[in-house]
């Protein structure tokens, strides 16, 4: 998951939302959430369509069905929530880290979620560490990834500590990062992620779990059309076996494109995807079926004074489309979306210019 362009530590004022959210059959729609002023909301977990997280700077929220309510974070410390996910309704976690000192100097933490409050439950890792990604599968089996230092990091609870698993690199010695995780069942996890070839070009990579070892899984370039392009992959949600989607962009100046590959059982592929705007960005993926996957960023409508709206993606099982989503002509960016087969809620959440954290959905 990619971070907003600007994120802040916002106060603590605690606000309970009070109308429930009303939302159209077939349109996004803005739902009402609580937080301070300034909050950002960065990621977002559905586990049913009456219990579902999202955090961020804006704090802790819950959904319980009918409204998003903020979940004390009491005793917490600062942390900035880069992801969650639950198991259970009394078994969910964040990942993301503490800034020790300056803007590198991060250390990668957890917070623990028992059905009753939340606690910190952090590996041990150095400064200079995040996690970004994490996948609760059950009580004893969780995975986060990140970055450690230059090299990515994957991490696993095992219903009583955190132990750092050894990873193959895409090319050792040199700079890498895991940015995406999805586990679709304990023996087929999928992590995507960037990293620095021998010519110091930025190329995108992905490993796969197949319930015994992680192994490196090659991905294709997309066509460029500079000298030096920066592939970035951002998400990645694995709706089946042979069906994987991994999303991000490529950046070669002004202006950037979309990122989608795709997954079949044999290889990675790259698949066509609207590019609107100077500078569109995928921060995140999910999908309720094979015919129905969502990606969402947000675009900007100028070079000079770029002014941000939120962008969002179908998949059909045919082609990717571009779907309307609010608000039209406000500045507003979307760096999460949430959607899981069974449930009829798809929630996308991020940022406008209303100050109040920003919550769309889709049913």
Same mark, same amino acid.
């Given at each position: 998951?990619?971070?907003?362009?600007?994120?802040?530590?916002? /106060?603590?004022?605690? #606000?309970?939302?009070?109308?429930?959210?009303? @939302?159209?059959?077939?349109?996004?729609?803005?739902?009402?959430?609580?937080?301070?002023?300034?909050?950002? #909301?960065?990621?977002?977990?559905?586990?049913? $369509?009456?219990?579902?997280?999202?955090?961020?700077?804006? /704090?802790?929220?819950?959904? =319980?069905? %009918?409204?998003?309510?903020?979940?004390?974070?009491?005793? &917490?410390?600062?942390?900035?929530?880069?992801?969650?996910?639950?198991?259970?309704?009394?078994?969910?976690?964040?990942?993301?880290?503490?800034?020790?000192?300056? +803007?590198?100097?991060?250390?990668?933490?957890?917070? +623990?979620?028992?059905?009753?409050?939340?606690?910190?439950?952090?590996? !041990? #890792?150095?400064?200079?560490?995040? #996690?970004?990604g994490v996948a609760a599968l059950s009580?004893?089996?969780?995975?986060?990834?990140?970055?450690?230092?230059?090299?990515?990091?994957?991490?696993?609870? $095992?219903g009583t500590a955190w132990t750092q698993?050894?990873?193959?690199?895409? =090319?050792?010695?040199?700079?890498?990062?895991?940015?995406?995780?999805?586990?679709?069942? !304990?023996?087929?996890?999928?992590?995507?992620?960037?990293?620095? $070839?021998?010519?110091?070009?930025?190329?995108? +990579?992905? &490993?796969?779990?197949?319930?015994? !070892?992680?192994?490196?899984?090659?991905?294709?370039?997309?066509?460029?059309?500079?000298?030096? *392009?920066?592939?970035? &992959? %951002?998400?990645?949600?694995?709706?089946?076996?042979?069906?994987?989607?991994?999303?991000?962009?490529?950046?070669?100046?002004? *202006?950037?494109?979309?990122?989608?590959?795709?997954? =079949?059982?044999?290889?990675?592929?790259?698949?066509?995807?609207?590019?609107?705007?100077?500078?569109?960005?995928?921060?995140?993926?999910? @999908?309720?079926?094979?015919?129905?996957?969502?990606?969402?960023?947000?675009?900007?409508? =100028?070079?000079?004074?770029?002014?941000?709206? %939120?962008?969002?993606?179908?998949?059909?099982?045919?082609?990717?489309?571009?779907? !309307?989503?609010?608000?039209? /002509?406000? +500045?507003?960016?979307?760096?999460?979306?949430?959607?899981?087969?069974?449930?009829?809620?798809?929630?996308?959440?991020?940022?406008?210019?209303?100050?109040?954290?920003?919550?769309?959905?889709r049913q």
């Open positions: 998951m990619i971070l907003p362009r600007a994120l802040g530590i916002a /106060g603590a004022a605690l #606000l309970l939302a009070t109308a429930p959210a009303v @939302a159209g059959a077939g349109v996004w729609t803005k739902v009402p959430a609580p937080g301070p002023v300034g909050g950002v #909301l960065t990621a977002v977990y559905s586990r049913t $369509d009456a219990d579902a997280w999202a955090v961020g700077s804006a /704090g802790i929220l819950r959904w =319980n069905g %009918t409204a998003w309510n903020q979940v004390s974070t009491t005793g &917490l410390p600062a942390v900035q929530m880069s992801a969650v996910s639950a198991a259970a309704a009394d078994d969910a976690w964040i990942v993301g880290s503490n800034r020790v000192s300056g +803007y590198s100097r991060r250390q990668g933490t957890a917070l +623990y979620w028992d059905g009753n409050a939340w606690s910190v439950r952090a590996p !041990a #890792l150095p400064v200079r560490s995040d #996690l970004v009580t004893g089996n969780v995975w986060a990834v990140g970055k450690i230092g230059i090299q990515s990091l994957v991490e696993h609870w $095992d698993v050894v990873i193959p690199e895409p =090319n050792p010695g040199n700079i890498s990062s895991l940015t995406g995780l999805s586990a679709r069942a !304990a023996d087929d996890i999928w992590a995507v992620g960037t990293y620095t $070839d021998t010519d110091a070009h930025n190329q995108t +990579y992905s &490993l796969h779990f197949d319930g015994t !070892a992680w192994s490196l899984v090659p991905m294709p370039k997309a066509p460029q059309t500079s000298t030096f *392009p920066v592939y970035t &992959l %951002t998400s990645v949600v694995a709706v089946g076996a042979a069906d994987v989607w991994a999303v991000g962009q490529v950046s070669e100046g002004a *202006p950037t494109r979309t990122l989608i590959e795709h997954w =079949n059982g044999t290889a990675w592929s790259v698949v066509a995807s609207p590019t609107p705007g100077l500078f569109p960005v995928l921060r995140s993926v999910a @999908a309720r079926g094979a015919n129905d996957v969502w990606a969402v960023g947000d675009i900007a409508t =100028n070079d000079s004074t770029p002014q941000y709206r %939120t962008f969002t993606l179908r998949w059909d099982d045919t082609r990717w489309s571009r779907v !309307a989503s609010p608000p039209a /002509g406000d +500045y507003s960016e979307l760096y999460a979306v949430a959607a899981r087969p069974g449930t009829s809620h798809i929630w996308a959440v991020g940022n406008d210019n209303t100050g109040a954290p920003f919550v769309i959905e």
